[in-house]
């Protein structure tokens, strides 16, 4: 059994559909839901599934509060599923290659400081791009910038909101995620 760990800063549908994915699975446990916010709908999420909920600040984050929790769970990996602070250096170098972000577009394009949710489909949609999708990368020290896991894309000619976009974005990662997690954890 391996285990995971997820880090989430709101709403955390991604976190909780990784839970049902290997509650149901049993090949994977989600052993920690982390989140710099108090206020998070991933907590209630984390509630359901009986996984233990840690809440952190950025101070926290960024001294060994984070590093040693983590330490002590032990995961194999260890995913960012709507993750909005940036990820600390001193924990990706612990977790060599096994910290991975989800990103609701086709990286290299609209990532990046300030790129995330709904600001991303808003680009994406100013841009009167034709396509758009999801990337699933290994986690470097910059934003949305490490080694490229998975991509695939959904064509939005018909989309005329950025919430029409959200929409299918959505679709895509509640099918791709925890596969995509599942497929790498068996290498
Ligand atoms: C997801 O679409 C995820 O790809 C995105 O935030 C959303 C979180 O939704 N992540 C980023 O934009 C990271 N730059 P959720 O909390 O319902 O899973």
């Known amino acids: 059994m391996k285990?995971?760990?997820?880090?989430?800063?709101?709403?955390?549908?991604?976190?909780?559909?990784?839970?049902v994915?290997?509650?149901?699975?049993?090949?994977?446990?989600?052993v920690g839901?982390?989140?710099?916010?108090?206020?998070?709908?991933?907590?209630?999420?984390?509630k359901k599934f009986i996984v233990p909920t840690f809440i952190f600040n950025k101070m926290e984050l960024s001294d060994d509060t984070v590093l040693?929790?983590?330490k002590q769970l032990q995961p194999d990996l260890i995913v960012l599923a709507g993750f909005l602070l940036k990820f600390p250096i001193h924990?990706?170098?612990?977790f060599p290659k096994k910290v991975i972000n989800i990103h609701p577009a086709l990286l290299p394009n609209y990532g990046g400081k300030g790129m995330y949710g709904?600001?991303?489909?808003?680009a994406v949609l100013e841009?009167?791009?034709?396509?758009?999708?999801?990337?699933?990368?290994?986690?470097?020290?910059?934003?949305?910038?490490?080694?490229?896991?998975?991509?695939?894309?959904?064509?939005?000619?018909?989309?005329?909101?950025a919430e029409e976009i959200a929409h299918?974005?959505?679709?895509?990662?509640?099918?791709?995620?925890?596969?995509?997690?599942?497929?790498?954890?068996?290498?």
Request: with cysteine; charged share 25%.
């Open 3 to 19: 285990k995971i760990v997820l880090f989430a800063s709101g709403n955390g549908s991604n976190a909780e559909n990784i839970m």
């Open 21 to 30: 994915y290997f509650d149901l699975a049993k090949t994977v446990s989600v």
């Open 33 to 46: 839901v982390f989140t710099n916010n108090s206020e998070a709908k991933v907590i209630e999420r984390a």
């Open 68 to 70: 040693k929790q983590l």
């Open 91 to 94: 924990i990706i170098n612990e």
């Open 118 to 122: 709904l600001y991303v489909h808003q």
């Open 127 to 161: 841009n009167k791009e034709k396509e758009t999708g999801i990337t699933i990368h290994h986690v470097s020290e910059h934003f949305d910038e490490g080694e490229f896991i998975f991509q695939t894309n959904v064509n939005i000619e018909s989309c005329i909101t």
């Open 168 to 187: 299918k974005i959505h679709e895509l990662e509640m099918e791709h995620f925890p596969k995509v997690i599942e497929r790498f954890l068996e290498g």
